[in-house]
């Protein structure tokens, strides 16, 4: 842990200090939603802040670490890490800025100043978007140590990437009952603030875009994740190349799962009541993941002459 605090000390600046903006704001969100009685959409009107201020906590540590791991500094990366950190600020600023105004940030185009905030957030989820990309393209042109933590990093921002554009058809949604200036919304065949799952507050009685967005965001730190895994379980059983295979079966099914969710929420599904077609999709990806990773593994045994016993 000592290695890890002194490493992170010297992580990118800026990027550190959202990541601490974001830790105390978490913290006084949290105190919001049990301190504030009024509610918003039908959530504790604290609750986006809150689930804002978290994901950008580990978004934040995520293109950190990601940074670190680059063999020399990347001016070009460092600086759009810094523009991260700009827009995503004007972000939350908004987010919190309307929470105490009493009102929505998303979707919101009610008056002339929320229609202008609604306009600043997307230009700056834009800007984020496309430095992001900036991210991924430097760190795919450099070499990292490890083949398949390198294809991890690489794969993480890519499906992340996807992950944004499947948050764009929230802008066109056209809410029945929406009262007017309300242009958007999260949920698909229902309005927003209905019945949703406890914290996460997706929709159960309709499709919810949310969901594809969320999955495909947090494949920044699920694929890195999986090669850690795969390291510190069969890194003696399994070679550096086979890892790289495996990671990369499990990003191509993460990027198929995250299209999948988004798919199943534009047909105004519930998240918990998928249809024959969506339970189908599901096993095609199911059996097609399982397929891929064996023949990697059989690929694996042929080159090398051994076979994994459990």
Request: aromatic share 6%; net charge positive.
């Amino acid at each position: 842990m000592t290695t890890l605090r002194n490493r992170a000390a010297g992580w990118h600046r800026p990027l550190m200090l959202l990541v601490s903006a974001m830790a105390v704001l978490t913290v006084v969100a949290a105190i919001g939603v049990v301190a504030d009685p009024r509610v918003l959409t039908g959530a504790p009107i604290w609750l986006k802040p809150l689930k804002f201020a978290i994901s950008f906590v580990l978004y934040g540590v995520t293109l950190a670490w990601m940074l670190s791991l680059l063999p020399r500094r990347s001016r070009a990366a460092e600086r759009a890490a810094t523009v991260i950190v700009a827009v995503s600020v004007v972000e939350m600023a908004v987010i919190v800025g309307q929470v105490l105004r009493g009102t929505t940030s998303h979707f919101n185009g009610t008056t002339t100043l929320d229609a202008v905030l609604f306009n600043v957030m997307g230009v700056a989820i834009t800007v984020l978007f496309a430095a992001q990309f900036v991210l991924a393209v430097v760190l795919a042109r450099r070499s990292l140590p490890d083949r398949a933590g390198g294809y991890a990093v690489r794969l993480g921002l890519a499906v992340s990437l996807l992950g944004m554009l499947v948050a764009f058809p929230m802008v066109a949604q056209r809410p029945a009952g929406a009262p007017a200036g309300i242009s958007g919304a999260h949920s698909v065949g229902v309005p927003d603030g209905g019945p949703g799952l406890p914290l996460l507050g997706w929709s159960t009685t309709g499709g919810d875009l949310r969901v594809g967005h969320f999955v495909g965001m947090h494949a920044l730190q699920a694929l890195p994740l999986l090669a850690i895994l795969l390291d510190r379980f069969l890194g003696a059983r399994l070679d550096e190349l086979t890892r790289a295979r495996l990671v990369l079966v499990g990003g191509v099914a993460y990027a198929g799962l995250t299209l999948l969710l988004t798919g199943q929420a534009l047909r105004g599904q519930p998240l918990l009541a998928p249809d024959a077609r969506t339970l189908a999709a599901a096993g095609v990806l199911v059996a097609a993941t399982a397929t891929a990773a064996a023949l990697v593994l059989a690929r694996r045994a042929r080159r090398t002459g051994v076979v994994l016993v459990g």
